[in-house]
């Protein structure tokens, strides 16, 4: 499949050859200077360091000798150009929309050039204006730490050793940078996707929708009135938010022809991000998808999140089961069963926690066994829980609806049993009496009890919005989905960027979030995953969801 | 030292608050790079995880009779961290052998012993060059007992401790300091230079 990159025109183009499949360049409004290869390679030096010669980027820091990745531009500036605050250091913006023209020396001015905050701070930061760059004068700054009015930069700004090709081929990726619009942004609205795989169940689909959509609903509701006050009202300063528009792209069939269904709904309908959406089996097409078109895939609900560690494009709020897998063997380590029992249905999520407990449980040098369920009659369930005796562990890796049918045989007697919280619906799992009292749940969300407070806050929201509570972690979810892409949103202002959205995600969950389901939520540079720990928890009662825990706070 | 460096501290601060803090603080840089005072520090004995994945009670990591150069830094740090660990780096090669090089980590829930351990691979660390981690409240505990705590990875300084023996008192360098700098430092503190 080949797209024709229309220069100039707000689409992120797909191209890619049989040779290089692998190989997508993004293409965007740009100057015709750059080609796909030298955009290539001008990237490669921008993000990672490297020269076109294969040879690492030089230069000499503030603490000595730099080179290669640690010398990168990207590095500190971030991949999308536009800076980053650090403690109380300012990164400036770098994309050459920034560059080429006059720093602005009164807030008044800034403001009307650029009205967002890195650039406004660092204008007043640095307390100077400067003339705009020009080649020479980038040059100049790059190799000698120089402005363009003729001052020293920065201590904390790299003087590098270019030579002349490289530092034009590095300039002409600049002026590109975070320059056009992207897709899905028009001066008046935000188009965005939900994503919902075949095999998630009406409920829970209808639930992820519901909070979705009345979000977009009070967000832009939220917008008129700006509006409104700005027409009518001299002095009010005019709204830059957009309307947010949600289109519900439904997956059907095999997840092999997931990807090109997502490629046909992109072409129909551009969109900035996909936000929230809902998968319990493989969420993998997506993720490939939204990574080969630089797009984010912004806090979907999915038990299994493929590995996502290297790509940028995917956040999440938790490994899922594959969190749950490193809790378990961290539990295992030290509790030392004589074997573990790892049991599940014809599920891929289960199978995917199992392939992931065995490869942690193997680490650690416990011995597993997996045992698939084919069919939850007594029979098979008699099979499945043979030879288990006391000194054995056994982890059931079981869906809700699974859960019901094993009161037909007993627990294993004496042996330690536990439970994915994931896909047995936590604290809600319909496990039989004598099951509940033996079991441990295998716990990725803060305690009931001890999240009580900020549940509340999402609670009230549903309840304004006239949603019953139908099921807490996907509402939860997806309420939190849409909260942290509106803060993100507004401090983005007017320059809505996909690449930034994802770095503001790394540098700002900490802070401000509502934790809804999680005990806290932290991303890092390069960090995708922002939970990153659970609990071992076990029943009050046979017959109660009551959760109690069962131990400390576990980060595996 | 300046004033406008040793007053800019406010804690925990909101991005968009911090503009102003920046904007008083931005000239300092440029001329006063790095800074040190002497300061005495009551440490906690957390339990922490080494990146050999041992258990460890704190102080006695602390406390072993060898001069100690202490950071704190977390794996995924884009600015701050890189050019610290670069200084450190150089430091381990140039007194590997007579000081203990320690760097406890800031986000210690993604930088788990595993993830400091290549870390330390990348660094080239030899065997004198520690890296910690633990809870996220052993963490907090100790950069409140240095006084970097600033409510947030992603807020912190550049900041490198020296002390030349136990018991006595710490040398804390503020900036960007580089490793030739440090030296210089850590030999007049062996020598008893104040």
Redo the contacts between chains.
Sequence with gaps: MTARPRVGVAVVALLATAAAAAAVVRVSSRPPSLTDRRRALAERLYRHGLLPSGQPLRARGPTGELAGADAACARCHRPSGMGVVEGDRIIPPIAGRFLFQRRADTVAEVESRHPRGPDLAHALGRQRARVPYDRDRLVRAIRDGVDASGRSLDALMPRYALDDGDARLLIDYLAQLSAAPSAGVTPQTIDFATVVTPDVGAVERQAMLDVVSAFFDVHNAGRELERLRARRYAGATASSARAWRLHVWQLTGPPATWDAQLVEAVRRQPVFALVSGISTQTWDPVQRFCERRALPCWFPIVDLPPFAEGDFYSVYFSEGVRLEAAILARVLATQRPRRLLLVRGDDAAAAGAVQAALERLGRDGIVAEERVVPSFDRPALGGAFAGVGATDAVMLWLRARELPRLGDVPPPSGASLYLSATLAGGERAPLPPAWKAQARLIYPFELPELRRAAMARVRAWLQTRGLPLVDERVQADAYLACVLLAEKLDEMRDLVQRDELLERAEVGLAMRAPTAMYRRLSLGPGQRFASKGGYVARFAAPTSPALLGASDWIVP | MTASTAK?RAG?I???G??????L???A??QA?WHRTSARYRVPDVALLRSDGASVHFRGELDDGRPVILNFV?T?????C???S??FA?LDKELGGEVHLISISI????D?PARLSSYAAQLHAGPHWSFYTG??EASIALQRAFGVY????????PLTFVRAAPGEAWLRIEG????DAIVAAYRQLRAGAP
């Design positions: 800019r925990p909101a991005l968009a911090a503009i102003a803090l920046v904007a603080a931005g000239a840089h440029a790079p977390f995924t740090c884009t600015a701050v890189p050019l610290m670069h200084s150089q986000d210690p829930e993604h788990t809870t996220l600033r409510g947030d990875k992603m807020s912190h300084d960007f300091a580089p490793a």
